[in-house]
C-alpha cells in the first residue's frame, strides 16, 4: 500500500477538481460548491488512508518518488513525508473541506448583498469592513465576486500547499513555495475587505522579497555541492555537505528571512495583520493556519539539518527574538478594536513560541513546536471562522460594536469561547500539551527565555477573555441597524464541528501525533548535530545524557 504515489495523488486531485470547476457553466453556483466539497472530502479520504499506512518506526521518508525534471541542473520531481510533513499535510486535508463548507455563501456577492437582516447600503459596513487602520478610509468598491473562481483558487492553493511540505527537493520545494503566494493573493485581492488590494499587495511584495533572498541561498547551495561533486538540490545528499562556517551564516541566513517572513516572526511580521483582517474568512483560515507554518516548517527542514553550525552560532540571537514576538504580539492583540485583526496578532505571539521550541534545540521543545502548529491551525481556524461567522451576521468587525450576543446566539457564543480558550492553552485543549512541550524543552537550555515566554500565556488569557467579555456577555448592544443575530445553523456547525472535536480529542490524547512526530524531530536533532542537555542530579551532579 506504501508504494502506491501518496503524495502525487493527493496533489493532484484538487488541481483536477480546480480544472473541472473552469469547465462548469458559470452560473452553475450550487454545482461549483458541491465539485469543490466533493473534491476536497476525496483529498481528505486519501489522506487518512495515507495516514494509515505511515509506519513511524519505518524509513524517514516514506511515500517517496523521485524523477529527473531538469538533469542538467540536477533538479528532480522528488516527493516524500517525514512525521512533520505527514501532520501538516493531514493538516491541510483537514481545513480546506471547513473552509469552503464555511465559505458557501462568500462569494455569492458583496457582503452587505447577502447579509439577513441588514440594510446593503450601510456605512458601517463599508467603514469597518477593512479594520484597523482602513476603519475611517474611503469606502472600496464592492470586490468582483464569481463563485466557481473563489472555489477554484482554493483547490489550487491545496495543491501548492501539498506540493511545499512534500516536497524533499530543494528547488521543487523553492517553486512550491513561490507558486502558492499567486492563489492567496487573488483570495485577498478579489475577496477581501475594503482595503484588499493593499493588504494583497503588501503581502506579495513581502513573500517575493523573502523569496528572493531564498532563491540565492538556493543558488549558493547548488554551487557548493557542485564543487564537491556533482551539483544537486537532493535534500538528504545536501546534508552530507561540508560547508564553512561563514558560508553556512550567508545561505543560512537567506532562508532563515525567507521562512521568518512566511511564518511570520517577529520583526518580520507586519504584513500579517492586513493580510489576515482583509482576506476572506476562509483565506485568513488557510493563510494563518497553514501557509504561516511553510515558514517555521522550513526552519526544521532546512536552516537546522542544512546549516546546523550557523543554527548553533544563531540560535540564541533567534530565542530573543521569538520571546519579544510573544510579548510584543500579545501586548498588540490586547489593544485591539478589529476582532480580525486581534486575531491575527495571536498567531504573531504563538509563531513566537513555535520558533523558541524549534531553536530550544531539545526533542520536547521541537516536538512541541511541531504539535503547535497543528493546534495553532485548529484552534486559530476556529476562531476565525466563529469570527467570520459574527461579522456577516453584525457587518462590523469592531468588538465595541457588539456586546450580550450570547443571549441571541448561545451557539456561537460557545464556539467561540471553545476556540479561544483553546487559543489561550486551556489544560485540557489540543494547544496545552504544544505550549507546554515548548516551555519545559526551552528551560532545560534557556531558562530564562522561558519564564519570559510563560508571561505570554498570562498575556493570552487576558486578550482572549476579554474579547469574549466585551462580545458576548454585557448588556445587548449590536451594530447600528440591527435588532437581533440568528444562532448559527447547521451548515456553520458542521463547518466548525470538526475542529473542535480534534482540540478536545487532541487535549486529551495527543498520542497519534507524538508517534508519528518523534522520530522525525530525532532525525532532525541528529542532521543539526545536536543532543538535550544531561539533567543535572543534586548538586553538582551531571548525568549522561539520554541520547
Not at 476536497?40 to 489522506?47: A, N, R
Not at 477593512?130 to 470586490?143: C, F, L, N
Not at 533572498?213 to 546534508?239: D, H, K, N, W
Not at 544563531?314 to 501586548?331: N, R, T
Amino acid at each position: 500500500m506504501s508504494s502506491l504515489p501518496w503524495l502525487t495523488v493527493i496533489g493532484l486531485v484538487p488541481l483536477l477538481g480546480a480544472l473541472v470547476l473552469a469547465a462548469l457553466p458559470r452560473g452553475a453556483h450550487y454545482l461549483h460548491k458541491m465539485v469543490a466539497l466533493g473534491t476536497s472530502l476525496v483529498v481528505l479520504v486519501l489522506t487518512i488512508a495515507m495516514c494509515a499506512a505511515f509506519d513511524p518506526a519505518g524509513d524517514r521518508f516514506q511515500f517517496v518518488q523521485a524523477y529527473d525534471w531538469i538533469p542538467a541542473f540536477g533538479v528532480q520531481y522528488a516527493v516524500g513525508a517525514d512525521g512533520i510533513a505527514l501532520v501538516l499535510i493531514a493538516l491541510i486535508a483537514v481545513l480546506v473541506p471547513v473552509v469552503i463548507l464555511a465559505s458557501w455563501h462568500d462569494a455569492d456577492a458583496p457582503l452587505a448583498a447577502h447579509v439577513a437582516g441588514a440594510p446593503a447600503t450601510s456605512a458601517r459596513v463599508s467603514s469597518t469592513a477593512g479594520g484597523g487602520a482602513g476603519a475611517d478610509a474611503e469606502p472600496a468598491p464592492a470586490p468582483k465576486r464569481g463563485v466557481r473562481t473563489f472555489f477554484a483558487l482554493v483547490l489550487v492553493l491545496e495543491t501548492m500547499m501539498i506540493g511545499v511540505f512534500a516536497a524533499t527537493d530543494v528547488f521543487l520545494f523553492y517553486v512550491f513555495f513561490e507558486a502558492m503566494l499567486l492563489p492567496m493573493y487573488f483570495l485577498i485581492g478579489l475577496y477581501g475587505g475594503p482595503r484588499r488590494s493593499y493588504a494583497a499587495m503588501k503581502f506579495l511584495l513581502y513573500s517575493l522579497a523573502g523569496g528572493l533572498l531564498m532563491l540565492a541561498a538556493v543558488i549558493g547551495l547548488y554551487v557548493v555541492s557542485a564543487s564537491q561533486g556533482e551539483g544537486t538540490f537532493a535534500f538528504e545528499r545536501l546534508t552530507e555537505l561540508e560547508i564553512s562556517t561563514p558560508v553556512q551564516i550567508a545561505l543560512f541566513s537567506g532562508f532563515f528571512i525567507a521562512f521568518a517572513i512566511k511564518a511570520p516572526l517577529f520583526p518580520f511580521h507586519t504584513w500579517l495583520p492586513d493580510a489576515g483582517a482583509e482576506s476572506p474568512v476562509g483565506g485568513a483560515v488557510l493563510l494563518v493556519g497553514v501557509l504561516d507554518k511553510v515558514g517555521t516548517f522550513g526552519f526544521l527542514r532546512y536552516c537546522l539539518p542544512l546549516f546546523p553550525e550557523a543554527s548553533r552560532i544563531l540560535g540564541p540571537y533567534i530565542i530573543v527574538l521569538c520571546v519579544i514576538g510573544i510579548l510584543y504580539g500579545a501586548l498588540l492583540a490586547m489593544g485591539q478594536k478589529d476582532l480580525k485583526r486581534l486575531i491575527s496578532y495571536t498567531s504573531v505571539a504563538h509563531f513566537g513560541f513555535i520558533g523558541l521550541g524549534i531553536f530550544a534545540f531539545t526533542t520536547q521543545g521541537q516536538t512541541g513546536a511541531v504539535l503547535y502548529m497543528v493546534n495553532h491551525g485548529l484552534s486559530t481556524g476556529a476562531l476565525f471562522l466563529v469570527a467570520g461567522f459574527l461579522i456577516a451576521r453584525g457587518r462590523s468587525r469592531l468588538i465595541p460594536d457588539y456586546s450580550g450576543v450570547a443571549a441571541l446566539a448561545p451557539i456561537l457564543a460557545g464556539t467561540f469561547l471553545l476556540a479561544g480558550l483553546s487559543s489561550l492553552a486551556l489544560p485540557g485543549l489540543s494547544t496545552f500539551i504544544s505550549e507546554f512541550l515548548v516551555l519545559i524543552g526551552t528551560f532545560s537550555r534557556y531558562p530564562v527565555a522561558a519564564v519570559l515566554a510563560a508571561l505570554g500565556v498570562i498575556l493570552a488569557a487576558i486578550y482572549i477573555l476579554l474579547a469574549y467579555q466585551r462580545t458576548m456577555q454585557g448588556t445587548l448592544r449590536l451594530p447600528s441597524g440591527l435588532t437581533t443575530i440568528k444562532d448559527l445553523h447547521l451548515r456553520e456547525v458542521l463547518a466548525v464541528a470538526p475542529l473542535l472535536a480534534l482540540m478536545i480529542f487532541l487535549g486529551f490524547y495527543p498520542k497519534p501525533l507524538t508517534d508519528v512526530v518523534n522520530p522525525a524531530v530525532d532525525a532532525t536533532m541528529q542532521d543539526a548535530g545536536r543532543s538535550d542537555p544531561a539533567p543535572t542530579q543534586g548538586r553538582g551532579e551531571t548525568a549522561a545524557p539520554a541520547r
